[in-house]
């Protein structure tokens, strides 16, 4: 009715300010809309990957096909293709397979020992935690 009045009265400014509005009031209805639909189909379709193997050896290197993460505003999202030596001892650097020199890995056992003294402990048991909730959210998603 407000468009008809405006109309009638000859008032073009605010008839042109009424049909912007209602346009950006339909426009951002559509969009709502889309992004669910979207939203619901990536979901689906990452349901459906889920179900072949988590790990891929191929060589040296071992793929791990995705992992459950959560980012920094707590979102949970899912972490795909990383790489990682398939040997102990050895790292991945630049694409290719390097063994990890023996003073590094000294290096790392004293910062470890250090930092199990203070809050290591502490923080396995809430990384234990939270490990325990991500396998039961892997379960249900259907990843092993």
Avoid: C
Avoid at 37 to 50: H, K, T
Avoid at 56 to 70: K, P
Avoid at 74 to 101: C, E, F
Avoid at 109 to 128: D, E, F, P, V
Wanted: glycine share 6%; proline share 1%.
């Amino acid at each position: 009715m407000r468009l008809i009045d405006a109309l009638l009265s000859n008032d073009l400014i605010k008839f042109k300010e009424l049909v912007y509005e209602q346009l950006h009031s339909i426009a951002a209805r559509k969009l709502e809309e889309e992004k669910k639909e979207i939203a619901a189909n990536q979901f689906e379709i990452e349901l459906e990957e889920l179900e072949e193997g988590n790990i891929v050896t191929s060589g040296r290197i071992q793929r791990i096909r995705r992992r459950i993460r959560r980012n920094k505003k707590g979102r949970i999202t899912v972490q795909r293709n990383v790489r990682r030596s398939a040997i102990k001892g050895y790292r991945l650097s630049g694409g290719t397979v390097r063994r990890i020199p023996v003073q590094q890995k000294m290096h790392k056992a004293r910062m470890l020992k250090r930092y199990w003294k203070t809050k290591g402990r502490s923080k396995l048991k809430r990384t234990l935690m939270k490990r325990k909730m991500s396998m039961r959210r892997r379960k249900s998603m259907g990843i092993k």
